[in-house]
């Protein structure tokens, strides 16, 4: 019942999950072990903006609903694509093959970053409703840029979104110093700017393939 109610788009998504979290399980009984059971947990934290920007679709100018769900949204985006620096945790593990973990871990980023893009496209089809299309895609840089900043946050500073509720007052301390003291903290904006970009780069070519495929034209003058 659940699954009629789904787009084509979502039932991929389901599958794709599926496929990641059946890899995760099926390691989990095999070794015996916990290891890789955080991309649970991320994967589920990587669902939240999609949740957000799913309700956010419906709507068809700014409310308080919609501004929450905005507000939401953003908050939670960064876990999405977040979850591509947790192969840094990528070794070898045994008993289990190194192949197969590989599989756990690039299926989890792809999956992370799914969810991401998606949920900014349907960010995007909201706000095109209400905006130029210049202030826009301004806005989808913004966010970006916010996302890469967030990614940082969360795998150097340790922060998730929850701490925005459970303690805010470290969580902006610290967040808003790299703004404060730019030139001390250079790593961060390099950081930033350059996951920022490859997530762009990334959206900007996801968004524009169907087009490319339809048309033929230019992936055959490639």
């Not at 496929?19 to 015996?32: K, Q």
């Not at 095109?128 to 946050?153: A, D, N, R, T, W």
Request: glycine residues 4%; charged residues 15%; proline residues 5%.
């Amino acid at each position: 019942m659940i699954m009629n109610k789904l787009t084509p788009t979502e039932k991929i998504l389901m599958v794709s999950l599926g496929f990641t979290i059946s890899l995760l399980a099926f390691r989990i009984v095999y070794s015996g072990t916990l290891t890789y059971i955080f991309f649970a947990w991320n994967l589920f934290l990587a669902a939240i903006p999609f949740l957000f920007s799913r309700k956010l679709k419906k709507h068809e100018k700014i409310t308080k609903v919609s501004f929450l769900l905005i507000a939401g949204w953003l908050l939670f985006l960064p876990n999405a694509p977040y979850v591509v620096t947790d192969i840094f945790h990528f070794k070898e593990r045994h008993p289990v093959p190194l192949w197969y973990d590989l599989l756990i871990v690039a299926s989890a980023a792809w999956n992370g970053l799914c969810l991401g893009f998606i949920s900014m496209m349907q960010v995007e089809q909201f706000l095109s409703k209400l905006l130029s299309k210049e202030k826009v895609q301004i806005l989808i840089s913004c966010f970006m840029f916010l996302c890469g900043y967030g990614i940082y946050i969360g795998r150097y500073m340790r922060y998730n979104s929850w701490d925005i509720v459970s303690d805010p007052l470290s969580l902006i301390s610290e967040s808003t110093d790299p703004f404060l003291n730019p030139i001390l903290h250079f790593r961060v904006w390099e950081f930033t700017l350059l996951f920022s970009v490859m997530l762009s780069i990334i959206y900007f070519t996801l968004k524009n393939l169907p087009l490319n495929t339809r048309s033929g034209t230019e992936l055959k003058a490639e």
